[in-house]
């Protein structure tokens, strides 16, 4: 029991340090425009094929995941990734 408690603090430390970004899965992208809509830092546009995807680059994602729960054809997904800091 004496290593649970240091092992689950280690990993918890570690998540702590993930953060997420949205990655729009182009094939399931309708174009409906709900992420560009309702995206909050407003970094979410159409491409040139009328897609809606992440325009500015994804390090600017606060990985707050509103276009991943309005998305109505789930073609969003949030990958964690490391924060530098």
Same mark, same amino acid.
């Given at each position: 029991?004496?290593t649970? &408690?240091? +092992?689950l ?5 570690e @998540? !702590? +340090? @993930? !953060?997420?970004?949205?990655i729009?899965? &182009?094939s +399931?992208? +309708? !174009?409906?425009g ?6 909050p &830092? ?8 009328g897609?809606a ?5 994804? !390090?600017?994602?606060g ?5 991943y729960?309005?998305?109505p054809?789930?073609?969003?997904? @949030?990958v964690p990734?490391r924060n530098?800091q």
């Amino acid at each position: 029991m004496k290593t649970a &408690l240091p +092992k689950l603090q280690k990993k918890i430390r570690e @998540l !702590s +340090k @993930l !953060s997420y970004k949205a990655i729009t899965e &182009l094939s +399931k992208c +309708k !174009s409906c425009g709900t992420c560009v809509i309702y995206c909050p &830092l407003n970094i979410r546009k159409f491409n040139d094929e009328g897609k809606a995807i992440t325009i500015i680059t994804e !390090s600017y994602c606060g990985g707050c995941s509103v276009c991943y729960h309005r998305c109505p054809n789930k073609a969003i997904r @949030l990958v964690p990734f490391r924060n530098i800091q």
